[in-house]
């Protein structure tokens, strides 16, 4: 018998190390009954309260995005001239992000809930502006009235929402989500109150988180508590860092053969080609996201419509990219977490870059006050392009910003979350 096997059935003194992984060491997921350092049996009087783990819980609506070493940056001619995304190379972890833009059915359901849990006054700050479909020389009133509430409308994009308005959903989303997985059932289906029982007397550390010297018998059993600890919560709903979503979406995934370590592909536009036209199949010539072709021409003429859509569209329209993320170029513009800043390209890390409040580059340095800048510390970027935007605005390292309390009927979001305790 193999040394290895020796120790992982030795359930002696400062050597057991029962429940050994695969090769002889623990695990996260088979971490073994005892401490592998101390020799300390797990989950007795003595001994800390270690939970019962196999992997993150599967997050609803999530599709997973591997990460990787990638160029972020523009790759269509700057003809803005604001040379705010110059190639960088850096490298992205691995995450989650929603396959589709958050609908209006989602949005409902959102304050569906807040209405019933939380006071007026939010519920009021929760709803959407309708009024950003408005033109004074236009006829979209009807948009005002019908766009977020009738049933045909259910799975197009939500607009008229701010920034803050998306970051407040994010945080509802992971409290709903986590009470659907601590009423006992998984994160798609269950029912129950919030976490489901009632706390024991000593509160849910009495129940023994990971770490404490708790009752360990809650742990062991598949009874345990709802905590980071335990391994059983969904970590938090969010908005995109910028980079993690410019990385999504050009998806070079798709272009990258086994075994080759060169990234020898680009990408103008979230598929392959220069065209925004699918090239291939019985599909062939059809257009590939919802967007503004050219000057008054946002669907094409009757009986042979372009992308088919004046406003936006259904928001599982239009091919998936190469990770089944649906319309990362057009349909509606998306928030991401990022602060701007002209010069974040050159500023932040080149692992998980980031542009956070109050880092570098102070806002006063921009004169908004003497109305020769937009730029302060609540400027938010958002990215992709709209049913609205010409197809320069569909290149996933394009950028653009406006204020976090601002919203317009172009700009939507989708969420993300980390990959929580896995480099894949």
């Not at 969010?238 to 086994?258: C, F």
């Not at 060169?262 to 019985?282: C, H, L, M, V």
């Not at 570098?360 to 020769?372: E, R, T």
Request: with cysteine.
């Amino acid at each position: 018998m193999k040394f290895t096997n020796y120790l992982c059935l030795a359930a002696v003194g400062l050597t057991a190390l029962a429940g050994c992984g695969k090769n002889g060491q623990p695990t996260a997921s088979k971490p073994g009954k005892y401490s592998s350092t101390t020799g300390i049996e797990y989950n007795t009087e003595k001994g800390m309260a270690v939970a019962n783990f196999k992997k993150i819980p599967e997050g609803p609506g999530l599709v997973f995005i591997e990460g990787g070493r990638t160029v972020l940056g523009s790759q269509e001619e700057d003809v803005t001239m604001t040379h705010d995304n110059i190639e960088r190379t850096v490298t992205i972890a691995s995450f989650y992000m929603d396959e589709a833009e958050v609908a209006n059915i989602h949005w409902l359901e959102y304050l569906h809930f807040v209405r019933t849990d939380s006071a007026e006054e939010f519920y009021k700050s929760a709803l959407p502006d309708t009024t950003v479909w408005a033109r004074d020389l236009s006829f979209n009133d009807p948009y005002v009235t019908y766009y977020l509430r009738y049933p045909g409308f259910r799975y197009f994009p939500v607009v008229g929402v701010s920034w803050l308005q998306a970051d407040d959903y994010c945080t509802w989303r992971t409290a709903k989500v986590n009470e659907r997985l601590a009423a006992g059932g998984d994160s798609k289906s269950s029912k129950g109150g919030l976490f489901g029982k009632k706390k024991n007397k000593g509160g849910d550390a009495a129940a023994g988180a990971e770490g404490t010297a708790g009752t360990a018998g809650a742990l062991g059993n598949g009874k345990s508590t709802t905590s980071i600890e335990n391994g059983n919560t969904l970590p938090n709903y969010r908005l995109p860092t910028e980079a993690e979503w410019e990385y999504a979406a050009q998806a070079l995934i798709g272009t990258q053969e086994v075994g080759n370590e060169n990234q020898e592909e680009k990408r103008i536009y979230p598929w392959d080609g220069k065209s925004t036209r699918n090239a291939y199949g019985r599909k062939m010539g059809q257009f590939l996201a919802n967007f503004k072709r050219g000057r008054g021409d946002y669907a094409g003429i009757a009986g042979s419509l372009n992308d088919g859509a004046m406003i936006t569209e259904y928001i599982y329209s239009y091919p998936p990219n190469d990770y089944g993320l649906y319309n990362m170029a057009g349909n509606v513009n998306e928030w991401v977490q990022d602060v701007y800043r002209p010069l974040s390209f050159q500023d932040v890390e080149d692992l998980n870059p980031f542009r956070r409040n109050g880092v570098g580059d102070p806002a006063d340095k921009y004169d908004k006050k003497g109305y020769q800048s937009l730029i302060d510390d609540h400027v938010r970027v958002y990215k992709g392009g709209s049913w609205r935007d010409v197809a320069y605005w569909l290149s996933p390292g394009t950028r653009r910003f406006m204020a976090e309390d601002s919203a317009t009927a172009t700009i939507g979001f989708r969420c993300a979350m980390i990959n929580a305790g896995s480099n894949k």
